[in-house]
């Protein structure tokens, strides 16, 4: 029998990336609420530090901003809140996420953002030959190289990585 071919999901973040000519390609996986990063990589069959996560956060006057962070690491929040001259930077409450962004909590993707916020990336993302990131959606990740990724959205690299 063949194989269904699936339907890629026609988000936000895949009109950003069209409009941008940018050259991608699309992973559906079966999403599991909590699975993190360690599902989408296992179901890809990829290295959890090359998926991509894409997290929320505000700075200590509430002003959101994205953190972009391999699967397998955590973000130093004191070291990036120096790094970007804030007091503090702290995760956003999941329904103040999901107004700044435009996404679902576990389908945020840095692309096609509904509030215009500045996007810092761990330095050692540009590393990587290739990326795998929310595209806008539960269950759904584009890969792309990290030169698309900085070309699309303007991101600022950042050591921001828990030592």
Same mark, same amino acid.
């Given at each position: $029998?063949? *194989?269904?071919?699936?339907?890629m ?9 069209? +409009? ?19 599902? @989408? ?5 990829v290295?959890?530090? +090359?998926?991509?996560k894409t &997290?929320?956060?505000?700075?200590d ?7 972009? $962070? ?9 070291? &990036?809140?120096? =790094?970007?001259?804030?007091? *503090?930077?702290?995760?956003?409450? /999941?329904?103040?996420? =999901? *107004? ?8 945020? @993707? /840095? ?5 215009? $916020? /500045? ?15 929310n ?9 792309? @190289?990290p030169d698309?990724?900085?070309a ?10 828990q /030592?």
């Amino acid at each position: $029998m063949a *194989k269904k071919k699936l339907k890629m999901p026609v988000t936000a973040g895949v009109r950003a990336l069209r +409009a941008a000519g940018a050259e991608f390609s699309p992973h559906l996986y079966a999403y599991e609420e909590r699975g993190g990063t360690s599902v @989408s990589s296992a179901a890809l069959g990829v290295d959890e530090h +090359a998926v991509i996560k894409t &997290l929320v956060m505000e700075d200590d006057a509430g002003v959101p901003l994205v953190v972009l $962070m391999h699967g397998d690491c955590e973000v130093a929040t004191g070291v &990036l809140a120096r =790094e970007i001259g804030v007091r *503090k930077v702290t995760p956003c409450r /999941p329904d103040r996420a =999901e *107004k700044h962004s435009g996404y679902q909590v576990g389908g945020t @993707s /840095p692309f096609g953002l509904r509030t215009a $916020m /500045p996007i810092y990336a761990e330095r050692t993302i540009a590393q990587l030959p290739l990326v795998f990131i929310n595209g806008g959606k539960r269950g759904f990740l584009v890969s792309l @190289s990290p030169d698309v990724l900085v070309a699309v959205t303007g991101l600022q690299w950042v050591d921001a990585a828990q /030592p």
